[in-house]
């Protein structure tokens, strides 16, 4: 049973840093694709970032530089971390797994956690 729990969101300043991790249960690292999404309210969930079976990574356009992605495998914690924060990053944060390679899009990823609110004030 895949389970995926989130933690490390909270309040930050413009400029700040925040990193995220989320304790990974019940997956093969080498079959499954880990990602972040991030969602805001009326809006649809959005891409962050994600690591492949073979550690290939992407990151949406609005975080290159600003967020890193990493796995720690034998902690079994999935890591995101945010620097150089701005306050659209405000968002509710879900790190989601699917079983082979990365999709692209919320629709492809079949386990979520319950998420981590963000929140960047200016």
């Known amino acids: 049973q895949v389970q995926l729990v989130e933690s490390g969101g909270g309040s930050a300043q413009a400029g700040g840093s925040l990193r995220l991790s989320c304790a990974v249960s019940?997956?093969?690292?080498?079959?499954?694709?880990l990602a972040w999404f991030r969602q805001v309210p009326g809006k649809e969930r959005e891409d962050v970032a994600r690591?492949?079976?073979?550690?290939?990574?992407t990151y949406t356009d609005s975080v290159v530089g600003r967020f890193t992605i990493s796995e720690d495998t034998t902690q079994n914690i999935l890591y995101l971390q945010m620097m150089n924060l701005k306050p659209e990053d405000t968002a509710m944060y879900y790190c989601?797994?699917?079983?082979?390679?990365?999709?692209?899009?919320?629709?492809?990823?079949?386990?979520w956690g319950q998420g981590t609110q963000v929140t960047v004030s200016s």
């Open positions: 989601a797994a699917r079983r082979g390679v990365c999709a692209i899009g919320y629709k492809g990823y079949t386990h």
């Open positions: 019940g997956i093969t690292y080498s079959t499954y694709c």
């Open positions: 690591i492949d079976s073979t550690d290939s990574i």
